[in-house]
């Protein structure tokens, strides 16, 4: 069971808009900032946001982060079919680890 | 381009341990201000940190593998290093090695990852 809670799945068709959520606790979304991983099949994760809602230079701004509270999400506008992926939350924990949700798998309609 | 290449042993025997290193080009790890670490995912499963160090710093481990792991650095190459010992079978996972740019730990996100290396514990 992972400290960090995501759905096992979520799903759209292509132009929806779709989110996933992130649910911790006080000691680590609620204190700390929230980063999302995009991770295509047998490949590594790839940062798609950070400091909560900050992408990084080249990921597109259909991807988008909130935080609120104990927890976070992740959008995704304008669906396309290599959103396909599994997606992954992360954050500190006060308890001096660092953690991750368990995945959520996208699939595209 | 900041790259990561992680590299060892596919195979490990139970009771083991398991060795790899990350070799970073395009940024030395002694003059860079972030932290370096390790992460692995068992086949069909999620994320799992192992830890993570910032050179001349502090070395963070979770806590659920502290006694059985060791990260360290090889300045002369530029690369740093896993030791995970007394493995089973459990331990079977893909290794990333991962760049963290923050001086801070808690600034918890990792923007440049290796390719990933399956090790396998298994007699």
């Known amino acids: 069971q992972s400290v960090l809670i995501q759905p096992p799945s979520a799903s759209g068709t292509p132009g929806q808009r779709v989110t996933i959520s992130c649910s911790g606790s006080?000691?680590?979304?609620?204190?700390?900032?929230v980063s999302w991983y995009q991770q295509l099949p047998r490949t590594a994760p790839k940062l798609l946001i950070y400091?909560?809602?900050q992408r990084p230079s080249g990921v597109p701004d259909r991807f988008s982060g909130s935080k609120s509270g104990t927890s976070a999400s992740l959008a995704i506008s304008g669906l396309q079919s290599e959103d396909e992926a599994d997606y992954y939350c992360?954050?500190?924990?006060?308890?001096?680890?660092?953690?991750f949700g368990g995945g959520t798998k996208l699939t595209v309609l | 381009q900041l790259q990561l290449q992680a590299s060892g042993p596919g195979l490990v025997n139970p009771s083991g341990t398991l060795s790899l290193t990350c070799t970073v080009a395009?940024?030395?790890?002694?003059?860079?201000?972030?932290?370096w670490g390790w992460i692995r995912q068992p086949p069909g499963k999620g994320l799992e940190w192992i830890g993570s160090?910032?050179?001349?710093?502090?070395?963070w481990y979770n806590p659920s593998l502290k006694s059985r792991v060791t990260i360290s650095v090889d300045t002369s190459e530029n690369q740093f290093s896993l030791k995970l010992n007394s493995v089973t079978a459990t331990d079977t996972a893909v290794y990333y090695c991962?760049?963290?740019?923050?001086?801070?730990?808690?600034?918890?996100?990792?923007?440049?990852w290796g390719q990933g290396a399956l090790v396998t514990v298994s007699s």
């Open positions: 395009g940024v030395s790890i002694t003059n860079s201000n972030q932290y």
């Open positions: 400091g909560n809602n």
């Open positions: 991962a760049s963290q740019p923050s001086t801070t730990i808690v600034k918890f996100h990792f923007d440049f």
């Open positions: 992360a954050a500190w924990d006060g308890s001096l680890i660092g953690v």
């Open positions: 160090f910032y050179y001349g710093g502090s070395t």
């Open positions: 006080s000691s680590n979304i609620e204190a700390y900032s």
